[in-house]
DNA sequence: AGCTTCCGCGCAACCGATTGCACAAGTCAC
DNA sequence: GTGACTTGTGCAATCGGTTGCGCGGAAGCT
């Protein structure tokens, strides 16, 4: 059954089977009132027969408008990026667009190369969802009335006030971390870790939200434990650091490194959550099924694709000033923060068991 | 800061200002030999400064090639598909190609709505990653030429002889359960029950090849419990079936599967892998972090993504007839299948402990 | 019958870049 | 001083649709 299409079908191929010119085809396709519904049906019946496809490229040549989309985050494989896709790229399906996805994998340059693909492309609109390079960056090689940040790690666009953009998304991740702690608080716990890669902004957000939480509960401060990027695979040394002077609980910057982290304490002599509560951060799936299960924030990831979509859409057609929003996060609790005192007792039925060794307060 | 882009740079804005023509503007900026070094600095200058950037469009309107590639994939959000959406990226992006990611979300509709987007764009070439749809209906409205398929579900095309495309990749999931089925049975492990989706193609080849396997090795049946796909967040109702009458092991369609099982199995009484072995498939980062550790089949998924960009370069290049390939999986012991002794030695162990219930052999 | 309207359709320009071919200098040889 | 070549550029066609404008003919009106 092989198919001889040396040459692609054109519009001029349907026209002159349907016996119009192409400017007759043209608009019986598209359903241009003016065309008869003779013409139309003939038209119809040769693109079918032909199996005719427009070429995106010569239409959106001369209507200047590509409709693609263009996404740009650091890497595919990680969860929450992948349900940030996930979201958009259903979104703008729906919409009737076709996306471009390309990933940064933290590399500048590589950033540099997506966005000028984009560019050449002539997206429609482009969201960068992350990406390491500066934002100003960003926009020198990008038309700003075309781009939405996610989550843009840089002060001056968190103000929102006059965004050099299309619009800024964030999520609450302040609002999380607050409602961590405070929750670690209320259940008892006194003496917290912060956990994650200092190297990024986004942690000393996060880091900052929780220390200022705290502050404002009236405890002491947080304290905290850096971790290498390329090290998360290898949570043990983390694991170790806390062994030497256990604290009540472990705010983890996000729930891979949680997850991990739990992995690691498990050759370890402290037993989560009866030693230490443990908190990750972005509802991951493979949170809800840990043991214990994770107490984490669930950040609404695919929602965020979808609303970036949304708010390009509404831009494009109001051709609005630049939007700022912030996504809700909501907190999840798990079993790996429990009330201390059930944790208290939990652990002394352990020790009753086991008959082994015990620790101080 | 306001820029007036109103209308975007051409490039005969940018032969204007270097006062050429287009063609020898155009031959300049892709470093045409036959134009002088003096008037290629001057299109360059004039270039970098105006912020040009071609029209893609434009350009593989007149070159008859887009530098696109499309794939598509049932849904971003599961970390398999992620990962080889992933490795697409990457090899495409370090290939200068820019990539159309589209999901199916298991609706043949959306399914051909992607293809067809595929096909205006022009894309160089596609690849079908997974689909609800027959490759047949497939074939019918993309060009067979273009198309490469991942882990197609069809026997017609597993064949590999003549397939209608450009080429077939599969992983060697047959192997993997074999090998899997092969571990239990050496570990002591006899009555098995294979759990996983029966309206999925995939799921029959898996459990075709667990039953082949248990044959070869002079074993007994192996019991299926069918699973529906939406009801995969809730594993309860498996672990219920498991406990009415339990079998040594469990064989799980995937690892998603698996892990829901073992967090189900938890408000039960039958305890893993003391009671009962958990294998899962596709060894997905959280299978690594799970208690216990599951034991699982290692896909390559970004390679498999990877391979595929591979696959149809090649295929592009040296206009070669259809490849086949298949990928080689990998057995991942975990701790969900202990040597069937040791895990008799340690449940006597809980039983003394708990000094509570026992159960038969 | 003559004139206005309306309907259906085609001509040709256009979108932005690429490229075959030819033309204008400049060099060298005879 | 004229012809053969080399070098550097420009003209114009081309890719595949879209669309402003105008034209021919049928219908409606006086």
């Known amino acids: 059954m092989r198919r001889p299409p040396e040459r692609r079908v054109v519009l001029a191929d349907v026209a002159r089977l349907a016996g119009t010119s192409e400017a007759t085809a043209s608009r019986a396709l598209k359903h241009d009132p003016r065309i008869g519904e003779t013409t139309r049906a003939a038209v119809h019946a040769a693109a079918a027969k032909l199996g005719y496809v427009p070429n995106a490229a010569a239409r959106s040549l001369r209507a200047k408008r590509t409709h693609i989309l263009g996404l740009l985050l650091d890497d595919l494989a990680d969860p929450v990026h992948a349900k940030v896709a996930a979201g958009f790229e259903e979104a703008a399906a729906s919409q009737g667009y076709a996306v471009f996805i390309m990933t940064g994998l933290h590399d500048p340059a590589r950033e540099q190369r997506a966005l000028t693909a984009f560019v050449e492309h002539r997206a429609d609109g482009i969201v960068v969802a992350s990406c390491v390079s500066d934002p100003a960056d960003v926009l020198s090689r990008v038309p700003a009335d075309h781009v939405i940040f996610v989550q843009p790690d840089y002060p001056a666009l968190a103000g929102g006030a006059d965004v050099p953009a299309r619009g800024v998304l964030r999520t609450d991740d302040a609002a999380g971390v607050a409602a961590t702690v405070r929750h670690l608080v209320e259940r008892g716990y006194r003496r917290i870790t912060y956990v994650g890669p200092g190297s990024w902004s986004s942690n000393a957000w996060r880091l900052t939200a929780a220390t200022a939480a705290m502050k404002e509960l009236g405890q002491g401060p947080i304290n905290f434990i850096d971790v290498a990027v390329d ?68 950040v609404p990831s695919v929602d965020v694709g979808r609303r970036a979509v949304e708010m390009l859409m509404a831009s494009v057609r109001e051709g609005r000033n630049p939007i700022s929003e912030v996504m809700p996060v909501r907190l999840v609790v798990g079993d790996s923060t429990p009330p201390r005192a059930a944790r208290a007792a939990r652990r002394s039925t352990r020790e009753t068991v086991a008959a082994s060794k015990g620790s101080g307060s």
């Open 231 to 298: 090290a998360w695979r290898d949570a043990s040394a983390v694991a170790l650091t806390l062994t030497a002077d256990p604290p009540d609980a472990v705010l983890c910057y996000d729930d891979k490194l949680a997850l991990g982290l739990l992995d690691a304490l498990r050759s370890t002599n402290l037993v989560v959550p009866d030693d230490l509560a443990v908190v990750g951060f972005d509802g991951i799936p493979a949170a809800r099924q840990s043991w214990p299960r994770l107490t984490t924030v669930d």
